[in-house]
């Protein structure tokens, strides 16, 4: 039973990355100053075309990364489902752990793909 609950946990978090990062892909907020529902690095909020690439890009992110997490996820968590509560407690928190980090890496890339797209003023750099 304790399986089951951390497989649910896994799933719940790789299916949210998929569904917010679809969301953000496909219909990116607004750009506002004053908008809750945002993803925001400094530079992201220059003008309408840096919010737009980077709400598209995290989106887009998000989005892949759950679709690879998913079954990667699922997978290790199998392997699992005979073992012991320890042992099944310490391969979820190990899964949730990998997880977590990469929900976090995309402010790396995105702020990469900023400066490289964008001088400090949020002007687009030709190419």
């Not at 759950?66 to 928190?93: D, E, N, Q, Y």
């Amino acid at each position: 039973m304790f399986w089951v609950f951390m497989l649910l946990i896994v799933v719940v978090i790789t299916v949210t990355m998929i569904v917010i990062g679809f969301n953000y892909k496909s219909n990116p907020p607004e750009f506002s100053e004053n908008n809750v529902k945002k993803y925001t690095v400094k530079l992201s909020g220059k003008n309408k075309d840096t919010w737009l690439f980077s709400q598209k890009l995290f989106g887009e992110i998000w989005f892949s990364s759950g679709i690879v997490m998913l079954p990667g996820s699922l997978i290790i968590m199998s392997t699992f489902c005979k073992s012991s509560m320890l042992v099944v407690g310490i391969a979820g928190s190990l899964v949730l752990f990998v997880q977590s980090i990469l929900m976090n890496l995309h402010f790396i890339f995105v702020r990469k793909a900023l400066t490289h797209n964008f001088d400090k003023n949020g002007k687009r750099i030709s190419k």
